[in-house]
């Protein structure tokens, strides 16, 4: 049932109060009226008092339900024969049997004073309705009903209930064919009365990325802050740094969950499909004995008698690993740039994901991220269909369009150039084939090859670069016409490499998950695509 | 062919000398005698200088190969309808047809002036014997065999040649059942004359893990120092620090492959099973705000106007998840150790495998890591059986006993300490369940335990520990009784986490993945299962 009707109300316990009679003389009588208005009065309250305890003491015996409810500190009572659940599975074979749920309980609302609904989150919006009445045999008592219509939102608790259906939909959870009759609820662990953070809030889109810090009473005063930022209806938005300070509530969010399960599966998928192409996993180390790219940005820190360095990117291991046969490598790991760039498309940790392989041309690993994106984009369309709905829903975005398979879009970078000077906006028709794309010509471009080839996903071969120069003479020669000197520190061990033995030729590239995952869904920040953003103004949680 | 019959050999040119003959007087005879033999010495040097250039234009002009063979520099012709193989994949079907393939040339001699052998391998230990043999019409030229008799070891070439049954089976190779007969060989890129260290010591197993820097000029004189360190028969072992020092061939060697193979495997089956168990992957950060474990052993660094530290454990941020309702995740990923330990089983840097998960009792997590490393210990050794068996002709061990499904041994702390106590060494006798177990004791327990069960795994259930404490009152009291205040900084934002919202109970626990793959194939050190293993005294490479 999605509302039932609830039971008819019992009578009113009025206590009955004594009555007044007409007396003899009209002074005795306005005497002994007084005095009978005092008695009145006097038994009038004893009478109140009486029936005051009498209704206290009815009351607490007739609480037969006391094993079926209770807080944390409660012994908690669950019958053996209750089939445990998960609501993503739960099915008709379900109906009328017994079950038990351990849950976040999301809301709860009395409906009069014998009955109470509740909804109950497994993970993710995975809930489901539950309702509870009081009842003839006392197993479900009115103290009961209270108790479970008063939990503080987000307690962990756990119920044992029958599954049935509701009379209609039910419209406020995912699931919406069933609902859990309550026969027991105890709290496992409470909430506190008032969350720095509501669940409504936290699903709502974030309403600014500002990086500053907050001023200290900003994080105790969270809940005014965030009215004075509400909008005219329904719960108030909050911004990043109200959400990160609230880091459990921020990830208890469905649209942060959504997010989470679509990282996952980009991240599988990735791995998945490189793997079935021969690839094979290793990790690289984060800490290094010398800047990878020349020192700017690079975190440094106190090693035992030394420096190290936090590595920028795996590319010289990547490169390793193919020199030591490995023909074909993959990792995915933390990267780390100790840039000052306070903006919502920069962090200062990220996870990277990058492959690296023999190849007899540089453009292989160039159609090899291109097949692998294309593979995790096409298919967490269908897996994460879901998600990904829910995900705009909170930031609206348009279909991530994608070209039909045998029909990627690659341009060279003159071909790009081109398209951007013959018809792209006015300011760009001179642009060069010697310089480097701002992104206004990026973004003009983009929106070009959208217009005539109906993707947002499209690869541009650079003519020189991507593939690695494996010829330590080569190298040297190349390091000292951009001005880097081969035998200072970092880059000596690089061009050492390419001395020991002879290398196959390789090629390779990367992409940040938390940018794949926020560039196809279009988010206003990467910060909402990682788990735990790291910005050069924070570090916690 | 295992060693083909060389061609008949061609007759020699030998340029015809001008002949003698008896003439009139004495005198004249002798004077014309003197005469003649100058005439006939200086034609004779004539000739033999015609000759000689005949000879050196004939054969120049003989070399019909120069289009097939060649130093990197050269322009590499190959046949469009060559075949690419795969070592891996090679079978019946490619017998006698046109392939080609790209290779590492680990070995090649000459076996007389018109033949060489030579050793391709692709990668791990995949190796084919490639035969090439001066030919009739001249499309392999002596000049041509030569060329490939000579090619440095280690060197990455391309080769083009037809599939033939050996009329042996290859002892050499792992290739046993065909080799390529080269109609050409290209080298792309040349190792040096002189290796840092061949591939014959680099397949030996390590000498010492000693983590001492060695001298300045050991480096250098790796090859020298080798020979001092070698055997008395057979190509000489190294010690980790040469291994290291020359990391390529450290690499390339079949049992570092092998050993690298396995790892890929361990760390596949650690996500595949854990996810087919509904878990969820995530990243936690590396750059944090406080110090995990109090401060001690953890890395500090400057980070922009503050300090950051590395991440000693993933827990604070599985717990997060865990209560941000994700109910089951895992953690894949780099952990840091600032402990100056100089040993073959420490490292400053490894990669974790952690897990955490909701429960109603801690036993859930303990026996899911149960679960997990069984079934990677039981999968590989089925599809890592050659591998396996590889590294164990390098450094013998025996095989890793595993219990029966459904035999799993799992003792409770105190259980395992009476068995040490009743079946134990003479020193455990009075071993007290109040105490932690020392390493000795440990050992001496995992011995009884493979005697009475035939099992390298079991379970040990320490009673305390293990499920978290998510009660924030009970969290402050239990931090206090240890000393610990629930209000400095790292511990702070812990305690806080329990106060946000209501929190499953949950547990988990972690093992790294250098120690899983060191412990199965029982190396001399975690060192070894490492890809790049750092330790105090070493960051490079």
């Known amino acids: 049932m999605a509302e039932p ?10 206590p009955e109060v004594a009555g007044e009679e007409a007396g003899p003389s009209k002074k005795a009588l306005k005497k002994a009226e007084a005095k009978a208005k005092k008695e009145a009065e006097k038994a009038k309250r004893a009478a109140e008092r009486a029936a005051a305890t009498a209704q206290a003491s009815a009351a607490a015996a007739e609480d037969h339900a006391t094993d079926n409810y209770g807080q944390e500190t409660h012994e908690i009572k669950l019958s053996s024969d209750a089939i445990d659940i998960s609501l993503k599975t739960l099915n008709d074979e379900h109906l009328g049997k017994k079950v038990k749920l351990r849950a976040f309980l999301q809301n709860a609302r009395m409906q009069g004073a014998k ?3 509740v909804e109950l989150r497994e993970t993710g919006n995975w809930a489901i309705q539950g309702v509870v009445a009081a009842n003839a045999d006392g197993s479900v008592s009115r103290q009961m009903v209270k108790f479970i219509g008063s939990v503080n939102p987000e307690s962990f608790v756990v119920v044992e209930a029958t599954v049935e259906k509701p009379l209609e939909p039910v419209k406020s959870c995912r699931i919406s064919n069933y609902e859990l009759h309550l026969t027991k609820l105890f709290v496992i662990s409470s909430a506190p009365a008032m969350l720095g953070m509501t669940l409504s809030t936290a699903n709502k889109a974030v309403t600014n990325f500002s990086d500053e810090e907050a001023p ?11 009215s004075i930022a509400g909008e005219v209806s329904g719960p108030p938005a909050a911004s990043m740094l109200t959400h990160l300070d609230n880091i459990v509530m921020h990830k208890r969010s469905y649209v942060q969950q959504a997010i989470a399960d679509i990282r996952v599966e980009v991240k599988h998928l990735f791995r998945s499909y490189l793997r079935d192409q021969g690839f094979k996993e290793f990790e690289p180390p984060c800490l290094i004995a010398a800047a990878s790219e020349g020192g700017a940005n690079v975190f440094r820190l106190p090693y035992f008698e030394k420096e190290a360095f936090l590595a920028q990117s795996p590319q010289f291991y990547k490169q390793i690993e193919v020199l030591a046969g490995r023909k074909r490598v993959f990792c995915v790991g933390p990267v780390f740039r100790a840039e000052n760039s306070n903006t919502p ?5 990220f996870t990277g ?5 023999e190849v007899t041309d540089y453009r292989e690993a160039l159609h090899m991220l291109e097949g692998v ?5 096409r298919t967490i369309k269908k897996t994460c269909a879901d998600e990904i709905a829910l995900v705009r829903s909170v930031y609206p975005s348009e279909e991530f369009l994608l070209p039909e398979e045998g029909k990627e879009v690659r341009l060279t970078f003159a071909e790009g150039q081109k398209l951007l000077r013959e018809e792209g906006p006015e300011e760009f028709r001179n642009v060069s084939d010697f310089e480097d794309m701002t992104t206004p010509q990026e973004k003009a471009l983009g929106a070009l090859i959208k217009k005539k080839y109906n993707t947002d996903f499209y690869v541009q071969e650079v003519l020189s670069g991507g593939q690695r120069i494996h010829d330590p003479v080569e190298l040297e020669a190349r390091l000292r016409t951009k001005g880097v000197d081969p035998n200072s520190p970092g880059i000596r061990e690089y061009v ?7 290398a196959p030729p390789h090629a390779g590239g990367g992409i940040g998950l938390d940018r794949v995952v926020a560039w ?6 990467v910060h909402l695509a990682a788990y735990y953003p790291r910005t050069p103004k924070r570090l916690l949680p």
Do not use: C
């Open 496 to 502: 050492d490499l390419f001395r020991q033995v002879g």
């Open 115 to 117: 009955m109470a609904f």
């Open 345 to 349: 498309r920069h962090m200062t940790e």
């Open 373 to 377: 994106l294309l593979h995790i984009f």
């Open 216 to 226: 200290a009473e900003a994080a105790v005063e969270g809940v005014e802050k965030l």
């Open 5 to 14: 009707t609830p039971n008819p109300a019992p009578p009113a316990e009025t």
């Open 520 to 525: 196809y869904l279009n988010l206003p920040s």
């Open 353 to 357: 994901l990058d492959l690296e392989m």
